[in-house]
């Protein structure tokens, strides 16, 4: 499997990465080689139905996802003011963003 | 006075503690003084904390004026150091990257919490391969970790501060991360011991996530019994990692494996592993040698057959990278750490993530991107998963027959600085041996097994030894039989 730079600006834009002329063949290199490694699971067919999602737990383990019910529970956070603290910047209690609304055409 | 760092324990420090021959002051001051004279060379330290003396002298007063409150403290005044990816209240947690500097952890880690409440104090945080992606701790921000045994080598990593330290004697004992064999490999190449337990044994509440159906906490230390205590204090159940196990669940995990007798137990190697080429001669010479010494001591040892364990390393970095993915897009320069602005938000999001992120980092990110993208998601995501439960077939298949099963802990021993940065697979195969544990879930041990002499001298003329270490792996919940079989090689090495 061999990935082109087209493709690895791609990836790039949809994982909001900015990448120089020089990154980008130097990932689709890089990718090149990895995936050419992991292709290796291709010879597997035993027992293989790709078409099911597999994320069913191993018979032996405990679990493998876990759900808890969608409710807030307060207890579960710590203060949240020092959470709001680590943000690169906040006012008046809150994280403070760009505007992504009303913006000029 | 002096104090014989080599040889310390947490038992014999708390014996001398309690018999009044050294303070918890005294023992932190012995090694902010190794650190000051050492770690210029190692860098294994991000960061010594203002206030070790200050905890140590807080543990030495609960000591002499509260004996009830001492008593329920096993590690009360143990100097510990933490990997730069958990969280201690209050203190600076970067996880070695750009874009978490000047970051500080608002919560302790539930590890760190469990360890204040037996006593243990912090005196520092440690380097790492940014995010705990790498082996070697040359990806980190701030420099690579040198090995203590010969500074033109890695420490390993990506816990390679936490191993360090410890075979420097710069702290009595650490804890790490391991995502694919980030606690073993570095405690390998640097000659100490590194746990790796059953997934789910330890919160990873306050571990900054990498993968999260991979990520375990553990201990480095020099003695198996170190481990132990540590890891007996650190695991349980807890309401803030829902994939933590109940101890009911560990009984019945238990249950599964009662025939295991721990005076008895038998040992499993894998030709399949071993024949596969891409060993350094000295690894599978100390490999033998450590079987020989086993037999000696009485254990049987036998070989198994572990058909798909040939795929694990493809595996891993299939879903590795997609987990990596998913987690990394936390870091957007709005909730934490770093920043660099662009011209709207968009603009934002790809100048942090493109300048803060390291390499390596945004490298997996691409990779897990790819892997998880319509189109690939059946051949490589789902497909992964599928050959990663045949791997956990075939182990509960061959430990029909044994009770833990035997190899190297890396291929190779540490390696020069610079060798392996240029091409990523090389870099990779490193890991071949330790990824197999965090795909299936179960608990492994790496345990110095010697040395091997290279042709090389160090400053002071002298040849130059490399440790080895060498992985046992045990089936799910029983790292008992990891400390006993550990134990026991260690008294015939």
Same mark, same amino acid.
């Not at chain 2, 799910?476 to 090689?489: M, N, S, Y």
């Given at each position: ?21 020089e ?8 990718l ?14 035993d ?19 876990? +759900?808890r ?37 | 006075?002096?104090?014989?760092? &080599? ?28 650190? *000051?004279?050492?770690?210029?060379? !190692? ?9 070790? !003396? ?11 004026n ?23 209240? =209050? ?21 760190i ?19 705990? +992606? ?46 694919? =064999? ?27 996530? +990498? ?8 201990? !480095? ?10 890891? *007996?204090?650190?695991?349980?159940q ?14 019945? +995990? ?21 024949? #596969? ?11 033998n ?45 709005? &909730? ?23 390499k ?6 691409i ?33 029909e ?48 097994? =010697? ?9 002071? =003329? ?10 046992? #792996?045990a ?9 006993? !079989? ?8």
């Open positions: 499997m061999t990935i082109t730079t087209e493709e690895i600006q791609k990836l790039a834009n949809l994982s909001r990465l900015k990448l120089t002329e990154e980008t063949k130097q990932y689709a290199k890089d090149s080689g990895i995936l050419k490694y992991v292709d290796q699971i291709q010879e597997v067919t027992g293989v139905d790709t078409t099911s999602t597999s994320l069913k737990a191993p018979e032996d383990f405990p679990h493998r996802n876990v +759900m019910d969608d409710v807030s529970d307060q207890s579960l956070n710590p203060e949240p003011q020092k959470l709001v603290e680590a943000a690169p910047k906040y006012q008046d209690g809150l994280v403070e963003v760009k505007k992504i609304l009303g913006q000029a055409e | 006075m002096t104090i014989d760092l &080599k040889t310390l324990t947490i038992s014999s420090v708390r014996e001398m503690f309690k018999n009044g021959t050294l303070t918890s002051e005294e023992l932190v001051q012995a090694y902010l003084d190794q650190i *000051n004279m050492k770690d210029k060379d !190692i860098n294994a330290f991000r960061e010594v904390f203002a206030d070790a !003396i200050e905890q140590a002298k807080k543990a030495d007063g609960i000591r002499k509260n004996s009830t409150e001492a008593g329920n403290m096993p590690f009360l005044g143990i100097p510990f150091a933490v990997k730069d990816n958990m969280l201690i209240e =209050g203190k600076q947690a970067g996880a070695s990257s750009k874009i978490l500097e000047n970051y500080v952890g608002a919560y302790d880690a539930t590890v919490s469990k360890l204040k409440n037996a006593g243990a104090i912090f005196i520092g945080r440690l380097n790492m391969d940014e995010f705990a +992606m790498g082996g070697s701790t040359e990806n980190s921000a701030y420099g690579v970790t040198k090995n203590p045994n010969d500074l033109s080598r890695v420490a390993g990593g990506s816990s390679g501060g936490s191993a360090a330290s410890v075979a420097m004697d710069a702290v009595l004992v650490t804890l790490g991360s391991d995502t694919g =064999g980030s606690i073993r490999q570095p405690a390998s190449y640097c000659g100490v011991v590194g746990l790796k337990p059953t997934y789910g044994r330890v919160s990873r509440h306050g571990l900054m996530a +990498m993968g999260s159906s991979l990520d375990v906490i553990g201990p !480095i230390s020099k003695t198996v019994e170190e481990a132990e205590e540590i890891f *007996n204090v650190i695991s349980g807890d309401r803030y990692d829902a994939t933590t196990l109940s101890d009911a669940d560990v009984q019945r +995990m238990i249950e599964k494996t009662s025939n295991i007798n721990l005076k008895k137990l038998r040992v499993g190697i894998v030709p399949e592993l071993m024949n #596969m080429g891409g060993i350094n001669p000295a690894v599978l010479k100390n490999l040698d450590s079987i020989e010494k086993l037999k000696s001591a009485g254990v049987e040892v036998k070989e198994v057959s572990l058909p798909h364990i040939k795929y694990s390393l493809a595996v891993y970095y299939v879903l590795m990278p997609a987990e990596v993915s998913s987690n990394m897009a936390r870091f957007d320069s709005i &909730k934490y750490g770093g920043k660099v602005e662009g011209k709207d938000l968009l603009g934002d999001y790809l100048n942090t993530r493109g300048e803060l992120l390291g390596e980092v945004r490298r997996r990110i990779l897990g991107t790819y892997v998880l993208s319509s189109g690939y998601h059946d051949a490589y995501y789902n497909k992964a998963n599928i050959v990663r439960d045949l791997i956990s077939a075939d182990f509960k298949k061959a430990y027959e044994v009770d833990v099963i035997l190899t190297p802990t890396a291929p190779s021993p540490a390696f020069k600085m610079g060798q392996n940065s240029s091409d990523p697979v090389a870099m990779y195969l490193e890991d071949i041996f330790t990824v197999t544990a965090n795909l299936i879930g179960i608990p492994a041990i790496s345990i110095p097994s =010697g040395f091997v002499e290279i042709d090389e001298v160090n400053d002071n =003329g002298e040849k130059i030894k490399l440790p080895l270490g060498i992985q046992f #792996m089936p799910l919940c029983r790292e008992d039989v990891l400390f006993e !079989i550990g134990k026991k090689f260690k008294a015939v090495l």
